[in-house]
Nanobody, 109 residues
Framework: VQLVESGGGSVQAGGSMRLSCATS????????MRWVRQAPRKEREGVAS???????GYADSVKGRFTISRDNAKNTLYLQLDSLKTEDTAMYYC?????RGQGTQVTVS
């Protein structure tokens, strides 16, 4: 199993960004996948999830602003981040069970 995140960067508050997670070693549409984030001095937070049947879920802190999706043909998981706030600043990881990638930094100023 390999998970490789990309798409992070710096953006002003109110802006948008799309994160990608390229996966390999398993069929994406058979897995429960999550996006989690870790900010300095804060606990890790699960922000979005997608089940194998496509059911999605969101943390209250991002509901209505973030959208999780996947492209099964490309084996890629996405997280669309809209209406970004400074408190969204964190390292974002995609995860499958206990496994996660190296993360991609999102900085909102």
């Amino acid at each position: 199993v390999q998970l490789v995140e990309s798409g992070g960067g710096s953006v002003q508050a109110g802006g948008s960004m799309r994160l990608s997670c390229a996966t390999s070693g398993f069929a994406l549409n058979t897995a429960f996948m999550r996006w989690v984030r870790q900010a300095p001095r804060k606990e890790r937070e699960g922000v979005a999830s997608i089940e194998n049947d496509g059911t999605v879920g969101y943390a209250d802190s991002v509901k209505g602003r973030f959208t999780i999706s996947r492209d099964n043909a490309k084996n890629t998981l996405y997280l669309q981040l809209d209406s970004l706030k400074t408190e969204d600043t964190a390292m974002y990881y995609c995860s499958k069970g206990q496994q996660r990638g190296q993360g991609t930094q999102v900085t909102v100023s």
